[in-house]
């Protein structure tokens, strides 16, 4: 039953089986979906209706290391079965060329760089500072308030002292590390030391050794959090640590990939397909427990492969993590979700990480006015209609301050390397390798630069400066200040 059109141009109905009378007991259905349920203000009886996210991170994966995106050394055929069940994305961006400002923007769905969050942060679980800023809301923060269960396991990297914990940010449930990267084995477990690779593994506060391989002991965490549900949508963050370093992994995988003669490629190997194991055992969870349909499977990596430290692979593109090359930015990403949207498609025009936090909260039923101030955009609808204009005019990555940054629009990119470096500018339709600048170029092609400067200059006027420096600066000024404390020299 149709009972009126609210001022968004959402169609209000009632659902079947609901009472006429009773508060929130509307559904919103948006005529531009084609039915798609774009769910309003709910109560718990139309709980069952929203999806569950899923959201699956991988660290520092290569843009060319899964069977998606035409890696042959490396079976991946459950995150592959992603693409086949869903739509890939070919111009599919993380939001920082490295890991803790990607994760603050995909925890936030905004651009890291409005609250002053572009450096790695330091493992300090004594600074009460050094984290995601508490003025910002997260994702499971809202989704936990609209009715979802929330969970995440792996690493947080967005704080490590009491303030920022995962419990405290809006997850009911955590089993990980708070730093930037850990140990995969449980041998020399202690206390926080460096960036805390070798402390205890968290869960829900409470230290615990690793149960075996550490990618493996994360699965079995996010396979016990989907088979705990008991009715009710629920938002799981997957942070694998791997395939970041250190490289190591268990020797009867390594035996699997005997025939790749760099050994870190083979260790890199191993540990991507103990990964791809994780997201197939995900996949069985969510089938068994008869939710797969319904559930929004995303995939992507915080930031392009450091092809030097662990033997990634970002062919064709230039430049690897670190850098506002292709390289460092564009990452494997898909979203599968058998029930609503094209299976085996793809999508080609620029999706950026924080996307999928705004798109989960749209399909979770928040309402847009309360995020509207965010910076990411909800893809469903324009998956499910690709006449529709491109999500975003224009996407801008900025690190170390500024000095180094890119803007695309379209096919072209403009982007500076550092402080002293003039800007480069590309045309990806033809040179996604990013290996003839254009600066030089016809004076015709002088416009895109002068238009994509502006347009970065625009967006910047609304970001912070960073508040805290990289981890390795902010260890360097505290150990001076501590060797200072005690009158030893320096
Ligand atoms: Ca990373």
């Known amino acids: 039953m149709i009972l009126g059109t609210d001022p968004r141009g959402f169609v209000l109905v009632r659902p079947p089986g609901l009472a006429e009378t009773g508060r929130m007991q509307v559904q919103l259905l948006n005529k531009s979906l084609g039915g798609l349920v774009a769910v309003g203000l709910l109560g718990t009886a139309l709980a069952a209706d929203r999806p569950n996210f899923v959201l699956i991170l991988a ?15 490396i079976p991946t055929p459950h995150i592959d079965s992603l693409a086949a069940t869903g739509v890939r ?14 994760r603050a923007s995909l925890m936030t769905g905004r651009y890291q760089h409005r609250f002053g969050y572009e450096n790695n942060i330091a493992f300090d679980p004594q600074n009460p500072l050094m984290g995601l800023p508490l003025s910002e809301k997260t994702i499971p923060e809202r989704l936990k308030a609209a009715g979802y269960t929330t969970g995440m396991v792996g690493k947080w ?13 809006g997850f009911d449930f955590f089993h990980g590390f708070l730093g930037g990267g850990h140990d995969y084995f449980s041998v020399n477990l202690r206390q926080a030391m460096g960036e805390g690779y070798q402390v205890p593994i968290d869960h ?36 694998y640590n791997a395939p970041h370093t250190p490289m ?21 190997a191993a540990m991507v ?54 390289g460092g ?26 996307d999928l936090s705004v798109t989960a909260l749209a399909v979770a039923g928040i309402p847009e006015s309360e995020t509207r101030t965010l910076d990411g955009v909800n893809l469903v609808p324009h998956l499910l209609d690709p006449g529709l204009k491109p999500p975003h005019e224009a996407l801008f ?8 940054w890119a803007a695309r629009a379209g096919d072209w990119k403009l982007l500076q390397t550092g402080a002293n470096a003039a800007p480069n500018l590309y045309n990806l339709a033809d040179d996604l390798s990013e290996a003839r600048d254009r600066t030089e170029g016809p004076a015709l092609e002088a416009d895109p630069a002068a238009r994509l400067r502006m347009r970065f200059d625009q967006w910047n006027q609304g970001n912070r400066p960073p508040f805290f420096p990289g981890y390795r600066e902010y260890h360097e000024v505290k150990n001076k200040f501590y060797r200072e404390l005690i009158g030893g020299a320096d």
């Open 397 to 404: 990555w900025r690190m170390n301050g500024g000095s180094a």
């Open 157 to 169: 990297h967005l704080g490590a002292a009491h303030p920022f914990h995962p419990n405290r940010r």
């Open 89 to 102: 994305f070919t111009s599919g961006y993380a939001a920082h060329p490295f890991c803790s400002p990607t």
């Open 248 to 268: 190591q992994a268990p020797k009867e995988r390594l035996d699997r990939f005997a025939a790749i003669q760099n050994p870190r490629r083979r260790t890199y």
């Open 204 to 239: 829900n506060g409470k230290p615990r050794d690793i149960d075996g391989y550490l990618t493996e002991d994360l699965t079995r965490a996010a396979v016990g959090f989907i088979r705990s549900r008991s009715g009710g949508p629920f938002f799981l963050y997957a942070a």
């Open 329 to 354: 930015i564009r990452v494997p990403f898909v979203v599968s979700w058998p029930a609503r949207l094209p299976q085996g498609a793809v999508y080609s025009h620029p999706v950026i990480s924080h």
């Open 59 to 73: 660290d520092d994966l290569g843009y060319a290391d899964v069977g998606f995106q035409g890696c042959r050394d």
């Open 273 to 326: 397909s103990i990964l791809d194991d994780g997201v197939g055992e995900i996949l069985s969870a969510l089938e068994a427990g008869g939710v797969r349909d319904n559930t929004i499977v995303c995939f992507l990596s915080d930031n392009g492969g450091p092809t030097q430290s662990n033997g990634s692979n970002n062919d064709p593109l230039r430049g690897a993590k670190g850098s506002v090359f292709e």
